[in-house]
């Protein structure tokens, strides 16, 4: 027999949680939510986040909506998990949430002022320094720059760490010259034949361009999406283009191909 569906007229956050609650539990809940760890769904959290950004990328607020609800299905997978273990739930990731943001925030909550937005940044790492001490993670500077970030973004906030201390390139022309030498040492590597040492420096030169992004106050995930965007944009012309004479990309040739994609780029500059 079927497990009731929590009432639709519960408040929506413990509707959601007594959901998880069922499908969870171990006899009648669902067998594929019931093996989860968190381990297995850590990837489902991080794609989930992607798609929000997604949805906010295209301007779509109604996918936002649902992609908002996909993430927070996934906070409360984690939470529902952790209870389970008798660990914490879901009111103590809030309340730890909200316990962090009114410390964060001294300005708004406290009488702390700040005479700018940089003064308000400074005093935003030193509490978060405050914090990293308190957890015993002050032995390195960089400790707790997540190592599950996608690696470009890892790159720029371990610069970023690392230049508060003035390990850093002074400007964006010096991290330019140092991308230069960084791509020599690339093309030296290919050269020789080298493929391990040409990973490796292939590494180099894509940590170089995240703090070049750092310094030109870019996100370099996002400036990505944007060219993978690009990309599928003008091949897709490619296609279209060869459809029309009854052909596909494969019955082409690499100079048709980009004699086309050159027509797309015209285009889009036009």
Known sequence: MPAPAPPADLPPIDRLLAIMAALRDPTAGCPWDVEQTFATIAPYTVEEAYEVADAIERGDLADLKEELGDL???????????????????????????????????????????????????GWEEIKAGERAKKGRDA???????VGLPALTRAVKLSKRAAKVGF??????????????????????????????????????LFVVANLARHLDVDPEDALRATNAKFVRRFQHIERR?????????QSDLAEMDALWDEAKAAERA
């Open 72 to 122: 927070l299905l996934q906070v409360v997978f984690h939470a529902r998990m952790a209870e389970e273990q008798a660990a914490f739930a879901f009111d103590d990731v809030a309340a730890a949430i909200a316990d962090k943001m009114i410390r964060r925030h001294p300005h708004v909550f406290a009488e702390e002022s700040y005479a700018s937005l940089d003064d308000q940044k400074i």
């Open 242 to 250: 060869l459809a029309e004479a009854g052909r596909t990309p494969d």
């Open 140 to 146: 390195s500077l960089l400790d707790d720059v997540p």
């Open 168 to 205: 850093v390139w002074p400007t964006a022309e010096a991290v330019i010259e140092k991308l230069h030498e960084e791509v020599g040492e690339l093309e030296a590597e290919v050269a020789a034949g080298d493929l391990g040492k040409a990973r490796a420096e292939l590494g180099d030169v």
